[in-house]
């Protein structure tokens, strides 16, 4: 009953975040249910794909009626999508193997140390240059040409939502990939790199960004829920609490996404970023130690 009262309060937590950020909240699921929760590492990883893809569904459903998302940009990427999450989940599956190792005198989880390392430089980066942009004082806002549009590799493709709107093809392959084995190693959705990555790489604003990430985040959760389901990383009864949670903090998280601008956004995204980088560090020291 304990583990189920938890997972609800994860769920809660982790609906907000994707109503607000549209990042489906991976970042935060795995980590919290491996070390609040006790759930072991790769299960963690399978369960966390199958909540983000209830609750991203529910994010889409919900904002139907807005014009913010680039459809078109999720359909380029879901290629990658698919090879990455396979690349991941693979590599997840090899690290599994490992077994334990002895740390003075403690017994350590080979694979649920590698992936709180890994957890610990992905959201480390993130938010220091997250913090670094959002605090310039003539911090631009929402208006930007990203590094993607300065990479010249044919064939080439337009998104009418940017402000360079011509980008490599190419380019954005190798960045769905990317983005496909962040979620099928970490179970991450993409989405604490999505968000960051379609500001400052691709170059779209941040609101657009927000709704866009939760249609690629569904795109690459919808293959991860399905290779993880496969490989017997998911635990669908655990879901059920995490998904009617996050359902309900979806619809808070939604209403306040509309009243914050952009650079707010962003801030916020790096807070939220932090605190889990904290947890993390907490978590590895506490094994450590």
């Known amino acids: 009953m304990m583990l189920m009262v938890g997972a609800l309060a994860i769920g809660i937590s982790i609906g907000i975040v994707t109503g607000l950020f549209g990042v489906g909240g991976g970042f935060l699921i795995t980590p ?89 430089v992905v959201l480390g980066g993130i938010t220091a240059f997250l913090l670094y942009d959002t605090s310039r004082i ?34 954005m392959s ?35 960004a927000a709704a866009t990430s939760l249609a690629i985040i569904w795109s690459s959760s919808f293959v991860a829920t399905i290779t993880h389901a496969t490989l017997g990383n998911a635990d669908l009864l655990l879901a059920i609490p995490l998904f009617v949670g996050g359902s309900a903090g979806l619809q808070l998280g939604t209403r306040l996404y509309s009243r914050l601008q952009g650079p707010q956004l962003r801030r916020y995204f790096a807070f939220i970023s932090l605190a889990a980088t904290f947890l993390v560090v907490t978590r590895i020291l506490t094994v450590m130690l």
């Open 138 to 171: 003539n911090a631009s806002p929402d208006k930007r040409v990203g590094l993607f549009a300065r990479i010249k590799i044919p064939p080439y493709t337009d998104f009418d939502t940017l402000e360079e709107p011509r980008l490599s093809l190419v380019v």
């Open 174 to 208: 190798y960045f769905g990939l990317a983005l496909g084995f962040m979620t099928g190693l970490l179970g991450i959705g993409g989405g604490v790199l999505m968000m960051p990555a379609l500001i400052y790489l691709v170059g779209m604003r941040t609101h657009k």
């Open 32 to 120: 919290l249910l491996n070390i609040v929760l006790g759930v072991p590492m790769p299960v963690a990883v399978g369960t966390g794909a199958v909540q983000i893809l209830g609750v991203s569904t529910s994010g889409l459903f919900s904002r139907r009626r807005e014009t913010l998302t680039d459809y078109k940009m999720a359909l380029v990427l879901f290629g990658g999508n698919i090879a990455g999450v396979q690349l991941g989940a693979t590599t997840l599956e090899s690290l599994s193997t490992l077994g334990h190792f002895t740390f003075g005198d403690q017994q350590i989880v080979a694979v649920e140390f590698v992936l709180l390392w890994v957890f610990t």
